[in-house]
């Protein structure tokens, strides 16, 4: 049967190809993946797109996953305890089967398909099926499904059956359910580490048409409450039914008798309430989901409710590019997923950016550095959101001060994993799938992950001018990063420089120096320079905030003025190592071998993930000049020339104007790009010397989750990083959008791939409209907020105010 993955449009009266996410036949092969990119969330909650009839079994995952929900769990290895904290799979709230005779009927892989459509519709992730089946017995039926977790309603969800017998009458039987009796099973090469993470509570029939299952995670004490109300209906009129209930502790079912006509369509609701006990205003979560689920609305009055919610959202987050279908397409994919994973309903959540989303299982649910390409996509648009995933990070400051003792330093030390409590939950041994071996894993040294939290911070409160956050949160967390890397910094004395020890950049492949017993690298240019930054904007950060405040984060610091005078220290004399011009990755970058690129290719093709058959040969990446993902590179991703080159002059380096483009083509030719995120970095850095190096790409990562390139591993989670780092890089490198000197700046780098683009965004609370094309960059005022102001914008050099409404004209001639 042939699959397709096109535009098409979810109905006949609907055509525009942008907004669909369709595929024309099943493939059991690619249902994993299509379960992933036709997941469906709300920025609360998420639910893979498994159909509603099939079980967990190599094929279909039925997944259900909240924000922030982990379980922790221990593997017994070799003798070995093996620590795992997850984002637990929630029971399972999908379960509608279709029984006639007494027989199931639906399953996909024992009935002839005569018709099977699956659509996720990108506008309000409504997710549909259509399939008309011959069963054994040679009836034919047709089936619509169609579903969504409501963006209007964060705890609800609706799913509607309509079924319609072609070419019989008579009596079937649907099975709705609430299953508890799930694992983590979502990702293969965990399937060794303990995954039940659920432990049975209580089942309950609250009125005759509703069921509610509560269970509790084993170790975090998480009680989950699920309540689900099936109603029957057939001309729009409200059936009544014969059902019998069955249930035990941690599963409960209704079977629903119905008479069904041939032609004649009967339609079957279940709407789903989920509550867990980490949700405010809750109380007992079982008694919440039923009293939710009871005032349900009406599977049709609820899509139109959550379809507004999904509307505005659109209205201060698209994105256009013009002349390549294409890429809009895949754009729009993107941020859908997006706001799926991080909408409105995610402001007043305890919850970090899991890297893979919340519709899988990949990376275990936790929080990376990813938030560093996700955050610039939200907080143009959405910033509440961005400073609530913040509080995330500083709310978990202790573990980090705590983590940094341990380790010998001061200040906040940040994991490089964080789950449910911000402790280290990096693995101790990771998983080789080429060798079979598991690995010790040394990630745990990525200690720029505390740089890149400063840097969101920054980030943050420059676009926002959120003075509040500055003053009661910002600030503090900040100047504990910088107390962390000023004890993590030595001085040498020969080379008066100071220097940054026993650390891993982005890069990932160079865990230690080749033959040395010990994890870590000397003198990291991505850390040093990021650091001297760092050090420059805590020096004077006190000086930004009212006297009381600032005296109140010293004193809740306990902050020394010696601490200050070191941090403008450092920020001049921080150690950057070169070679040949070049900015080298580490010290002694050089001196490793260069590697037969041509030879492994010839060997393996597909060579992303070099680390692995290094290490499955008997080898390392150690040894070698080559490098995961982008990582000196990162600098000229995170930092324009302009502000580069006054770090480094500050620092006494030259940093010619060719600086970059010889950096960015040394490491390019040594690249694996083993991580998507690299693609986008290298797509952003490449914008100003080579468009179309540039735009091929940016191709690469837009299309890298939807066609999963990686081979398999979309299917466990979606990659957040890539889809808001490819809407970052329209915005940010082929728009050329930065915020600098109290100013919206503009410096277009369009590749030959497109005509130009055209995004919604918001800059000091004014909603703005900015369209970039070859001639012309346009920024229209919206309006539409009480307390919206003028916004001044410089393109090119070219200052002009925008006014309240107004909207100004920029010529690129």
């Excluded at 689900?228 to 209930?245: F, I």
């Excluded at 700046?745 to 030959?752: A, R, S, T, V």
Aim: overall charge negative; glycine content about 8%; hydrophobic content about 35%.
């Amino acid at each position: 049967m042939t699959t397709s993955l096109t535009g098409r449009a979810a109905s006949p009266d609907d055509k525009d190809e942008a907004f669909s996410l369709s595929y024309d036949g099943f493939d059991p092969g690619e249902e994993g993946l299509r379960e992933t990119l036709t997941s469906t969330g709300n920025g609360y909650m998420s639910t893979r797109g498994a159909a509603e009839w099939e079980d967990s079994d190599g094929v279909h995952y039925p997944g259900t996953y909240v924000h922030g929900l982990y379980n922790r769990a221990t593997t017994m290895l070799g003798g070995v305890p093996v620590h795992n904290e997850d984002l637990v799979n929630l029971p399972n709230w999908l379960p509608l089967k279709l029984r006639i005779g007494g027989a199931e009927v639906l399953r996909l892989s024992e009935i002839e398909l005569l018709d099977y459509h699956h659509e996720l519709d990108l506008r309000s992730a409504l997710l549909t099926r259509r399939l008309r089946f011959r069963d054994r017995e040679g009836r034919e039926t047709e089936l619509v499904s169609r579903r969504f977790a409501s963006m209007a309603s964060m705890h609800h969800a609706y799913l509607e059956w309509t079924i319609t017998p072609l070419n019989w009458s008579g009596r079937a039987e649907i099975v709705t359910a609430l299953d508890g009796r799930v694992i983590n099973d979502g990702v293969p090469r965990y399937r060794q580490l303990e995954s039940d993470h659920l432990r049975p509570g209580s089942t309950v029939f609250p009125q005759p048409e509703m069921m509610a299952l509560k269970v509790r995670t084993r170790q975090s004490e998480v009680n989950i409450g699920v309540a689900a109300r099936t109603l029957v209906s057939s001309g729009g009129r409200e059936r009544d039914v014969v059902r019998r209930d069955f249930r035990t502790s941690d599963y409960i079912q209704q079977t629903l008798h119905v008479e069904l006509e041939r032609d004649v369509p009967t339609t079957i609701e279940k709407s789903v309430a989920l509550f867990t006990s980490r949700d405010p205003a809750t109380g007992d979560t079982l008694l919440r989901a039923s009293r939710s689920a009871s005032r349900s609305r009406p599977f049709g009055a609820a899509y139109a409710h959550h379809r507004e919610s999904w509307e505005r959202l659109w209205q201060a987050c698209d994105l256009r590019v013009f002349g390549d279908d294409d890429a809009q397409h895949l754009l729009r994919v993107h941020i859908s997923h997006i706001l799926q994973t991080c909408s409105h309903n995610t402001s007043d959540l305890d919850a970090g950016v899991p890297a893979r989303g919340i519709n899988g299982e990949a990376y275990r649910g936790h929080v990376f550095w990813d938030e560093l390409f996700v955050f610039p996509f939200l907080t143009f648009r959405l910033p509440a959101v961005t400073r609530s995933l913040l509080m995330y990070r500083y709310r978990r400051q202790s573990e980090a001060r705590v983590a940094a003792v341990a380790a010998g330093y001061e200040g906040f030390m940040f994991p490089w994993q964080s789950g449910s409590l911000g402790t280290e939950q990096t693995q101790e041994l990771h998983l080789n799938p080429m060798s079979g071996r598991w690995d010790i894993d040394l990630s745990h040294n990525q200690r720029h992950v505390s740089a890149a939290i400063f840097y969101n911070l920054w980030q943050y409160v420059t676009v926002t001018e959120d003075t509040m956050f500055l003053e009661f949160r910002a600030a503090e967390m900040m100047l504990g990063i910088a107390r962390f890397w000023s004890s993590i910094a030595h001085f040498n004395a020969e080379r008066g420089r100071y220097e940054i020890h026993g650390v891993m950049g982005p890069d990932e492949y160079h865990e230690k120096y080749p033959g040395a017993s010990e994890g870590g690298l000397r003198n990291n240019a991505y850390t040093n320079v990021f650091v001297a930054w760092i050090c420059d904007i805590a020096a004077h950060l006190l000086d930004l905030l009212p006297a009381p405040q600032a005296g109140a984060v010293r004193a809740r610091l306990e902050l020394r003025d010696e601490e200050i005078v070191r941090w403008k220290d450092m920020s001049h004399k921080m150690f950057v190592p070169f070679h040949d011009g070049i900015i080298s990755q580490f010290e002694g970058y050089e001196e490793l071998e260069e590697l037969d690129w041509e030879g492994y290719r010839a060997t393996y093709g597909n060579i992303q993930r070099l680390d692995r058959i290094l290490k499955a040969e008997g080898d390392t990446p150690d040894r070698y000049k080559l490098a995961k993902q982008a990582d000196a590179v990162m600098l000229f991703f995170l930092f324009s020339d302009d502000e580069l080159r006054r770090v480094f002059k500050r620092l006494g380096y030259e940093f010619p104007d060719d600086s970059a483009q010889r950096t960015i083509n040394y490491y390019d030719r040594r690249t694996s790009h083993g991580s998507t995120l690299s693609y986008v970095t290298h797509a952003g850095v490449l914008a100003r010397f080579d468009p179309d190096s540039s735009w091929e790409r940016f191709k690469v990562a837009l299309g890298s989750d939807v066609h999963d390139i990686q081979g398999g591993t979309t299917r466990e989670g979606i990659h957040m990083g890539v889809m808001s780092g490819t809407v970052d890089l329209v915005q940010r490198f082929y728009a050329g959008m930065r915020v600098e000197s109290g100013m919206l700046q503009f410096d277009p780098n369009l590749p030959g791939g497109i005509d130009g683009v055209s995004f919604h965004m918001t800059y000091l609370r004014s909603p703005l409209t900015v369209t970039v094309m070859r001639d012309e960059v346009v920024v229209r005022h919206r309006d539409g907020v009480i307390d919206a102001t003028p916004v001044r914008v410089c393109v090119r050099g070219e200052q002009r105010l925008v006014e309240v409404g107004g909207e100004e004209k920029f010529s690129l001639g």
